[in-house]
């Protein structure tokens, strides 16, 4: 049976919480030895949502996102579906992927990273968004 983490809203800027991330698991090392992920998942973490707004960036929309995802057992049939109002509900100009598979490439396990360790990456992350 999967542990249900109790958890409240999102009322904090996450935004910075990558970097914070990446510098726990040893910035030098991590950026050398994944430079391709490190770079993608730099650019999202820079990437506005939409223009004008900053309480969330591409990435921590989607990690945030993910999290609802896992802790409420949606489908990918529903995350799409809900990918797919959100963006609508959203300016035209947003970054919000359109799909599951989108979501997924975004937070993607390739480049080297084992599945584990991205896993324990996004563990910690919303560990420390109190997601």
Same mark, same amino acid.
């Given at each position: 049976?999967?542990?249900?983490?109790?958890?409240?809203?999102?009322?904090?800027?996450?935004?910075?919480?990558?970097?914070?991330?990446?510098?726990?698991?040893?910035?030098?090392?991590?950026?050398?030895?994944?430079?391709?992920? !490190?770079?993608?998942?730099?650019?999202?973490?820079?990437?506005?949502? !939409?223009?004008?707004?900053?309480?969330?960036?591409?990435?921590?929309?989607?990690?945030?996102?993910?999290?609802?995802?896992?802790?409420?057992?949606?489908?990918?049939?529903?995350?799409?579906?809900?990918?797919?109002?959100?963006?609508?509900?959203?300016?035209?100009? #947003?970054? /919000?992927?359109? #799909?599951?598979?989108?979501?997924?490439?975004?937070?993607?396990?390739? #480049?080297?990273?084992?599945?584990?360790?991205?896993?324990? /990456?996004?563990?910690?992350?919303?560990?420390?968004?109190? /997601?």
């Amino acid at each position: 049976m999967p542990t249900v983490f109790r958890t409240e809203p999102v009322d904090q800027d996450i935004g910075d919480c990558i970097e914070d991330m990446i510098c726990d698991l040893g910035h030098e090392c991590f950026q050398q030895a994944h430079a391709p992920l !490190y770079k993608k998942i730099e650019s999202d973490s820079m990437k506005s949502l !939409y223009e004008g707004y900053t309480s969330f960036t591409r990435l921590s929309a989607v990690l945030a996102l993910v999290s609802l995802k896992a802790r409420f057992w949606w489908s990918d049939k529903i995350f799409t579906e809900f990918l797919v109002l959100l963006k609508k509900m959203l300016p035209k100009d #947003n970054t /919000l992927p359109k #799909n599951q598979y989108e979501a997924k490439k975004i937070l993607s396990c390739g #480049n080297g990273i084992p599945k584990k360790s991205m896993h324990a /990456l996004m563990i910690a992350h919303c560990t420390k968004i109190s /997601l």
